[in-house]
């Protein structure tokens, strides 16, 4: 038996250590965290986060092998492996503000790791970090007089929230790397024998230390940029009367393109693309390669153009003023099948409409906690509403925020007799019905597709 511990129970770390639990039941496992809350969530039959099918893995390990505890101390001292899956949020002061990665919670944690062992292990960095943070916690975890040896392995998380289950069941690959001395090796493939235990060995890539932290930063900075891609077609498209739709089938069916990530929308968010894109800019600015720096830079800004663009052209459309109208955001999360809103578009969306003085209310089915908890400097200006179609009630528009595919099937009829007319609607992310929806009455502004009114001249 192995003792895993794994720091840090958020969306990363709590998935991650109950699918390994299931599939590794000749290991103990204990996820700790600082806050108190959450680790009382997950012990409990209300998880701190929704993720489609987690609940179930949770339930069928929970006090078998996998344990949640606010002990970290008295863990760290028994683990012989220990995941670190701690935030690592943009750093807002200081040198690199607003673009580097704030690395004291890591730094912390590697300290607290060193002043609670008392026998050598593997420490395995889960959260996203900049490249070479594994020679720094090396060096911090290497500097004690007792002859303990810490390995460090970077094994980075390429799970996506909606489908976390999924992608740890039958992941693309799993990524290690670590240092290519014997003793730096045998922590690798410790770790890859974990995986082994239900993924196949071609997929399990390893690599050096550097390649593995850097791969998890350009895998999300090429993702995103395929969204921005889009996005920046999908403008045109509106103009130039071609359809987003159309034109990302016809790019996407070339092989060497593929058609996956080429959903124009309202906007990227969720904690990885913006911070890991950030992150690399950083690292591209300190290394003196200004060029590379602006050249991925202009991901995010065209992220950034995107959202305000979407609010701009709702205030144009509806007649240059949103001031004291009721205007209904379908969804609030990042994106479909999570309750999480880091860095949501609808969030954005929001705080805009509401600078224009609009009356917002948000709905959404499992994201209205932290929409409230996000939103709380503004909070007492919206209203959350759970259900829909009393959230649409005396709107004047319904901008679809969150591809949520219960809103796909809402009775619109309904939902539009209710509505104050002329009754608009934003599909941000292009799951409607729109020609239904202009045949009920609706004036109708898709993404990437000219938008169909009932307003002539
Ligand atoms: C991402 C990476 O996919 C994952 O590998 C990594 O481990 C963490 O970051 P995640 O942020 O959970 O995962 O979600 P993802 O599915 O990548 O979507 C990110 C954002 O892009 C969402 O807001 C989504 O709605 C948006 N998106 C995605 C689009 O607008 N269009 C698309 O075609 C795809
Ligand atoms: P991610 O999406 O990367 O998993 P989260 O914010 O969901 O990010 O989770 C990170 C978790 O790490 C949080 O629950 C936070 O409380 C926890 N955490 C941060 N610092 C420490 C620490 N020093 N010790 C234990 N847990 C920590």
């Known amino acids: 038996m192995t003792n895993i511990l794994c720091i840090g129970a958020g969306y990363v770390g709590g998935p991650t250590m109950a699918v390994i639990a299931k599939h590794c039941p000749q290991h103990r496992i204990v996820v700790v965290d600082i806050d108190e809350q959450k680790i009382a969530a997950w012990k409990s039959d209300h998880l701190p986060i929704y993720e489609p099918g987690l609940k179930e893995v949770v339930s069928s390990v929970r006090d078998k092998n996998l344990f949640f505890s606010t002990e970290i101390n008295r863990n760290i001292a028994e683990a012989d492996i220990i995941f670190v899956s701690v935030n690592t949020p943009t750093k807002d002061f200081g040198r690199g503000a607003g673009r580097a990665a704030d690395l004291q919670y890591w730094e912390k944690t590697a300290r607290q790791i060193l002043e609670n062992s008392n026998s050598s292990k593997i420490v395995v960095e889960k959260s996203t970090l900049p490249v070479r943070t594994a020679e720094a916690m090396e060096r911090i975890l290497n500097s004690n007089g007792d002859n303990l040896f810490f390995d460090v392995v970077s094994n980075p998380e390429f799970l996506a929230e909606g489908t976390a289950i999924q992608d740890m069941e039958t992941p693309?690959?799993?990524?290690?790397?670590?240092?290519?001395?014997?003793?730096?090796?045998?922590?690798?493939?410790?770790?890859?024998?974990?995986?082994?235990?239900?993924?196949?060995?071609?997929?399990?890539?390893?690599?050096?230390?550097?390649?593995?932290?850097?791969?998890?930063?350009?895998?999300?900075?090429?993702?995103?940029?395929?969204?921005?891609?889009?996005?920046?077609?999908?403008?045109?498209?509106?103009?130039?009367?071609?359809?987003?739709?159309?034109?990302?089938?016809?790019?996407?069916?070339?092989?060497?393109?593929?058609?996956?990530?080429?959903?124009?929308?309202?906007?990227?968010?969720?904690?990885?693309?913006?911070?890991?894109?950030?992150?690399?800019?950083?690292?591209?600015?300190?290394?003196?390669?200004?060029?590379?720096?602006?050249?991925?830079?202009?991901?995010?800004?065209?992220?950034?153009?995107?959202?305000?663009?979407?609010?701009?052209?709702?205030?144009?459309?509806?007649?240059?003023?949103?001031?004291?109208?009721?205007?209904?955001?379908?969804?609030?999360?990042?994106?479909?099948?999570?309750?999480?809103?880091?860095?949501?578009a609808a969030l954005t969306v929001c705080r805009a409409l509401l600078d224009e003085h609009a009356q917002v209310i948000i709905t959404d089915p499992y994201a209205l906690d932290n929409a409230r908890a996000d939103l709380y400097d503004v909070a007492d200006e919206i209203i959350f509403e759970p259900d829909p179609y009393l959230a649409a009630r005396d709107s004047h528009a319904i901008a679809v925020l969150t591809e949520w595919p219960q809103y796909a099937q809402l009775d619109y009829d309904s939902i539009y007799r209710d509505m104050v007319h002329p009754s608009f609607i934003f599909d941000g992310r292009n799951i409607l019905d729109h020609n239904k929806l202009y045949g009920i009455g609706f004036n109708v502004y898709p993404i990437g597709k000219p938008p169909q009114t009932h307003f002539t001249g």
């Open 172 to 344: 693309d690959r799993v990524l290690i790397g670590g240092r290519e001395t014997p003793s730096g090796q045998q922590a690798v493939q410790a770790i890859v024998e974990i995986y082994a235990q239900w993924i196949p060995r071609e997929r399990i890539i390893t690599t050096n230390l550097w390649s593995s932290e850097l791969s998890k930063l350009v895998a999300n900075a090429f993702l995103a940029q395929r969204i921005s891609s889009i996005n920046a077609i999908a403008n045109l498209c509106e103009i130039t009367e071609a359809n987003i739709t159309e034109v990302a089938h016809a790019v996407g069916t070339d092989s060497r393109i593929g058609p996956n990530f080429l959903q124009a929308s309202v906007g990227f968010g969720g904690s990885c693309f913006k911070k890991d894109i950030l992150n690399l800019v950083y690292l591209c600015e300190y290394f003196g390669l200004p060029e590379v720096a602006a050249y991925w830079e202009q991901v995010i800004t065209m992220n950034e153009f995107q959202m305000s663009n979407f609010v701009s052209k709702m205030v144009h459309a509806m007649f240059n003023t949103v001031a004291g109208k009721r205007i209904t955001l379908f969804g609030a999360a990042f994106k479909a099948n999570t309750s999480d809103t880091r860095e949501s």
